[in-house]
């Protein structure tokens, strides 16, 4: 091949393509990787900034659903207090009164968590809700204060002038703030959805974007915006749930429960369908966590949650607080909601580790009914099945206030027990320490089981419901009277009379008379009248001069246990002051308490009174008294008497002259120990025996 001189190469012309296209794909290579290392800086630079907007999102609608809920306690809480007030002015009761109590410091806690919790803005409001809480509280006292004095009319003017204007102030504030946290919370959950929502959209561009780069970029943008979205989307759905789901039993809340029966009545009303509403309750659950523990007592409540989960499949389940569940039946009469209710607490009774359930259920009849007022009904049927021994279901009728709780069976059986004219009493000594004698003996009613009540109180529950509890109370009495001859000739008789009975014209004369009949002087016998329920006190009072005159022994039992104890002992000279168990326990271990004890036996002293422990189980209960500011004073003794299962159970056939001496013996060799420390100290053979004696009820 001849190449003219001046002609271009063919090497160089085939050199400059080939030059061009390595520069292209060099160029392409390059945008290629800075393509995809900007893909890669802005994924990251996303990613970064779509976690810390969902972060953002997340931390403020949790602060808000927090504050929410923190309000709408309070909400709930704010009707507590005044359900449980106007419960009180119609029936005064030392429940209701610590009720309102516990509500008001679950309240005043509540409220104090909003202070810590609430941006700035909220912080000077919650403290005015505190301030006027705390008014309103001291208004509420100085109304208890009223009732208990039965000045009705102070009562009605310090709610009208005082205690309405401040609770007033207070539901206003309150349901304004819960209205509106409770929509900020739902902007809050918008907000998180609406970062979600752009951190989906600039994921999909980028999608895009790396598709053009690098399939295999791809995969990662989009197996990245999937986790995150399906992340999102969890949290979301979490959120959603826990505002009207209870995260232990994994059941409706309260919040939830509220909502569902407003708007089954809506549904049921129009159409007249009938609609069925159940209260429920775990049967002495403040027990249960006492002796067990909380792991043990959240595992009752989650065994109960899944017995209601497992009914029909129409049927609602809520825990609405912590021991209390509520069933909606909708589309049930109550014939069938009793058979479903039965059930339910059969099941309740073979799988809940022994605990039982208490059921109070209203049928909506007629169809002008609010949610309210249908579950007040409910709820007093609950209360009723509670006061009428547990571990049953009862059903609201308005049409029989008076006994409409009560079965055709249990009203016969006390029928029959006031028939009976034998009612069985057990005796209980009751020992002066001092001297390690026994200084009387306690008559207590035992029923017979064939009369199928759970036990004295029961009996007395079920008489008091049907006007008729003086009747078995003079019965008991007359039981115990006609077996005094058995008692020793030196050992007084302690008997139990109501203050119901004291307020129903009680007959001193003819009880007098009963006494005399029964071969004993009056000296010999002691009237105990708890603390615990005494209503009328001015008449209780009045009877019981009546009786000190005539010669008896008065007594005040269950002392510490009630409101009232303070008041009669300023009125009434006692003759013996009984502290109640529950007390002594209690002080064991806490200071406050203790002082209770103090108090008691300082004012026993001042007044002459002959103070007895109740309920001494155990030899350090034996201590506690003998020790824990209850030692022997330059007067005398401070507690001077005990009584309890240590000493021995009540019996219908009296001590055996052997268990006398046992006890008797247990208590000589204590007081030859007096002033020596005895805690965690081995049990000697004696207090051994004794304790074998009362665990077998010997």
Not at 184 to 204: D, K, R, W
Not at 352 to 375: P, Y
Not at 661 to 679: M, N, Q, T, Y
Request: net charge neutral; hydrophobic share 45%.
């Amino acid at each position: 091949m001849t190449i003219l001189p001046g002609s271009p190469d063919p090497g160089r012309r085939a050199g400059r393509p080939r030059l061009l296209r390595d520069r292209e794909t060099t160029l392409i290579t390059v945008a290629a990787s800075v393509g995809l290392v900007l893909v890669l800086l802005v994924s990251i630079g996303v990613a970064l900034f779509a976690s810390t907007v969902t972060s953002v999102a997340e931390t403020a609608a949790d602060a808000a659903r927090t504050l929410s809920d923190h309000y709408a306690s309070a909400r709930y809480l704010v009707g507590v207090e005044e359900s449980l007030e106007r419960q009180y002015r119609l029936e005064p009761a030392s429940g209701v009164r610590r009720a309102h109590s516990a509500a008001a410091r679950e309240l005043a806690g509540i409220l104090e968590g909003i202070v810590r919790t609430a941006p700035p803005a909220n912080v000077l409001e919650a403290h005015q809700l505190i301030r006027l809480q705390q008014s309103y509280l001291a208004s509420t006292r100085r109304l208890f204060a009223a009732v208990d004095a039965h000045d009705s009319a102070l009562a009605l003017t310090i709610d009208r002038d005082t205690g309405d204007p401040i609770f007033a102030a207070i539901q206003t504030r309150v349901y304004a703030r819960a209205a509106a946290e409770e929509r900020h919370a739902a902007a809050a959950i918008l907000s998180l959805e609406t970062s979600q929502q752009y951190v989906v959209h600039v994921a999909i561009a980028l999608s895009v974007l790396g598709l053009a780069c690098l399939l295999g970029f791809l995969f990662v943008i989009y197996a990245y915006r999937a986790r995150l979205v399906a992340g999102h989307a969890t949290d979301v759905k979490r959120m959603a749930l826990a505002m009207f789901v209870d995260s232990l039993t994994n059941i409706g809340n309260h919040r939830a429960f509220k909502d569902d029966l407003k708007r089954e009545i809506s549904l049921a009303v129009p159409h007249e369908a009938p609609l069925t509403l159940a209260m429920l309750d775990i049967d002495e659950f403040k027990l249960i966590n006492d002796q067990n523990g909380h792991v043990y007592g959240d595992r009752v409540l989650i065994e109960l949650a899944g017995i209601l989960r497992a009914g029909r499949a129409g049927d609602r389940a809520y825990r609405v607080g912590g021991d209390e569940f509520a069933l909606i039946l909708p589309h049930t009469t109550a014939d069938v909601a009793r058979a479903v209710l039965e059930r339910i607490r059969l099941s309740g009774s073979t799988t809940l580790h022994g605990s039982t359930v208490s059921i109070g259920f209203s049928t909506a009849e007629d169809f002008d009914i609010t949610a309210e007022t249908l579950q007040n009904q409910a709820d007093a049927a609950l209360y009723h099945t509670k006061r009428g021994g547990r571990n049953g279901v009862s059903q609201f009728d308005a049409a029989n206030k008076g006994t409409w709780l009560l079965s055709t069976e249990r009203v016969q059986s006390l029928r029959a027990l006031l028939a009976s004219g034998t009612l069985p009493i057990a005796f209980q000594p009751i020992w002066d320490l001092e001297r390690a004698e026994i200084l009387a003996f306690e008559a207590l009613l035992r029923p017979a089981a064939s009369f199928g009540f759970a036990g004295p109180q029961d009996a007395f529950d079920v008489a008091e419901r049907l006007g008729c509890a003086h009747q078995l109370d003079r019965a008991s009495r007359l039981a115990a009277l006609r077996r005094a001859g058995e008692l020793p000739a030196h050992a007084l008789l302690f008997l139990n009379v109501s203050p119901q009975t004291l307020d129903r014209d009680f007959d001193v004369a003819e009880f007098a008379a009963a006494v005399a009949a029964a071969g004993l002087r009056p000296e010999r016998v002691v009237i105990e009248i708890t603390e615990r329920s005494i209503a009328h006190i001015d008449n209780v009072i009045a009877v019981a001069r009546s009786l000190k005159a005539a010669g008896f022994g008065i007594a005040l039992d269950d002392t510490g246990s009630g409101h009232a104890g303070l008041e009669i002992m300023s009125r009434l000279q006692f003759d013996y002051v009984k502290i109640d168990r529950a007390i002594i326990v209690k002080a064991m271990g806490d200071r406050s308490a203790g002082g209770v004890v103090a108090a008691i036996v300082a004012f026993a002293k001042v007044t002459g009174a002959y103070v007895i422990a109740e309920g001494i189980e155990d030899i350090p209960m034996l201590d506690f008294i003998e020790h824990a500011k209850c030692a022997r004073a330059q007067v005398g003794r401070g507690i001077r008497g005990a009584q309890g299962y240590l000493l021995y159970r009540p019996s219908e056939t009296l001590p055996a002259p052997g268990d006398v001496l046992d006890v008797s013996a247990l208590l000589r060799e204590h007081l030859a120990h007096e002033g020596s420390p005895r805690r965690g100290s081995a049990m000697t053979p004696l207090a051994a025996r004794a304790r074998a004696r009362s665990v077998r009820g010997e």
